[in-house]
């Protein structure tokens, strides 16, 4: 009779868990937009793949890069007539949930000081991913659509309570059951709203006003936008160029309501952390954030943005009747967003003589959020430091969200960003402390340069060239 009794009570919980069940999302033939991510050199070698031929997806991304741009030599003779334009840089935004808040603040202050580089490509994972639609879209524009867009972007990393972006589960130890500790259903309802209101929200301003990115993205030429996921049957991590995902829908109401659909469900994929956050399925496959391979990714991006210059200028050359001449030297300028620290946290801050909540409890969901958090914290590093691997030289400009525990923002001289994370550990999205946050990025654009540029290495493999924060050369460091 107990057992009987216990299983109808579990029956009743489930009926109501938020989390149960994937988030299914539709949007056709989903799977044909995912394009491998190339392995790096040293990559291919460690896992005994061929170092010598160039591979496919790099040069199918490259010949994708530069279409736009040969599009234009071949109809514009002005274009083609005129001086050659300098490499424009690459921006890289990772993950980081709420922590996204800072990359906001820090964005639009720039944008709004006209110190926005025009970058070229725009890559994103997990929240990053949800971003870089918007810097697509144009969130560096100095006219009302632009600031629409930043509006736009401020609000929904802006939300009243944590309940606006997820469905957490009262008991959280039902997630070995229901599959997750929250649901994203209203994430998505958020997402939608921003991206194209006049769909989704045809009563609000900004749906009267039209301002849906889910058009602005699909017909930019001039930046190409690129959100990274991992498909879970295979484990292979890939991404989808949003232009080519758009390219097939128009502009009546049904085509940008399937659009719509299918750019949520590309950025909600990038964000659907297993185990934490619900399993995101599009077109009846499913998957996972990209941070849980990479918080960013380059090398073949910035390799097929190198090739795809060197296509465009053989293209320049035989339209106007020339060699092609050298390759000039050297590569775009990479811009990465961390959005967070790279500092990891005590698992709690506690008094003198204390034990930490981890050195008290040994059960399995505690371990394992632990656990989450110290590997997410090497993963964002690891990937970080990669990127140098990849590229031992030119700039890699750096700004992440460290030192944002003793700021004290703008709005509200008594509190501390840190004591607001400190006092909500156990929420997934504190509003208060997502404010704060969004003023430190603010803050950490209006107080000089926010950018470190990470140490070159020389050359000998044995010692790397690392500049200060306030730009001073130390000298080399390192091994001798």
Not at 180 to 206: Q, V
Not at 297 to 303: E, G, K, P, R
């Amino acid at each position: 009779m107990r057992r009987m009794l216990l299983i109808v009570l579990l029956g009743l919980s489930l009926g109501s868990c938020a989390t149960k069940g994937a988030l299914k999302m539709a949007c056709a033939d989903f799977s044909s937009f995912i394009h491998p991510i190339e392995m790096t050199p040293l990559e291919r070698q460690i896992r005994a793949l061929d170092l010598e031929a160039l591979p496919p997806a790099e040069r199918e991304l490259a010949d994708r890069l530069a279409a736009p741009e040969i599009a234009r030599l071949q109809a514009d003779p002005a274009f083609l007539a005129a001086a050659p334009a300098p490499s424009r840089p690459v921006l890289l935004l990772s993950g980081g949930g709420q922590w996204g808040a800072f990359g906001v603040g820090l964005m639009n202050q720039l944008v709004e000081n006209h110190q926005f580089p025009d970058f070229a490509v725009v890559t994103g994972v997990s929240t990053g991913a949800l971003q870089s639609l918007f810097v697509g879209a144009g969130l560096d524009r100095q006219d009302a659509q632009g600031k629409a867009i930043r509006d736009a972007l401020e609000i929904a990393y802006s939300p009243a309570r944590e309940s606006d972006i997820v469905n957490r589960e009262s008991i959280q130890a039902l997630a070995a059951i229901t599959g997750a500790m929250a649901g994203l259903a209203p994430l998505k309802r958020r997402f939608e709203d921003r991206i194209c209101p006049k769909i989704y929200d045809p009563k609000s301003p900004a749906g009267q006003a039209g301002v849906c990115i889910v058009q602005t993205l699909r017909d930019t030429r001039t930046r190409k936008v690129l959100l990274g996921l991992i498909e879970a049957n295979s484990g292979a991590f890939g991404y989808i160029d949003v232009q080519e995902l758009l390219a097939p829908y128009g502009n009546s109401d049904a085509d940008l309501a399937k659009a719509t659909q299918c750019l949520a469900g590309a950025a909600l994929a990038s964000a659907a952390v297993p185990v934490f956050y619900q399993q995101v399925r599009v077109d009846g496959k499913t998957y996972y954030d990209g941070g849980v391979r990479q918080s960013v990714f380059l090398a073949s991006v910035a390799d097929a943005q190198r090739l795809a210059g060197d296509v465009v200028r053989r293209e320049r050359a035989r339209l106007l009747g020339r060699e092609a001449g050298a390759a000039p030297g050297g590569g775009s300028d990479i811009y990465v967003i961390r959005n967070g620290p790279t500092v990891l946290p005590p698992d709690q801050v506690v008094m003198p003589g204390y034990p930490s909540e981890i050195d008290q409890k040994a059960d399995a969901l505690t371990a394992a959020q632990r656990g989450e958090a110290i590997m997410v914290n090497q993963l964002e590093v690891g990937s970080i430091a990669a990127l140098r691997l990849s590229r031992p030289g030119g700039a890699i400009w750096f700004v992440s969200a460290d030192g944002f525990e003793n700021y004290t923002p703008t709005y509200d001289l008594t509190v501390r960003c840190g004591k607001l994370k400190e006092a909500n550990r156990k929420a997934m999205f504190v509003p208060p402390f997502m404010k704060c946050m969004m003023d430190y990025g603010r803050n950490r654009a209006t107080g000089g340069e926010p950018w470190i540029d990470l140490c070159h290495y020389d050359g000998t493999e044995t010692r790397a060239i690392c500049r200060r924060p306030d730009g001073t050369m130390p000298g080399a460091v390192g091994r001798r």
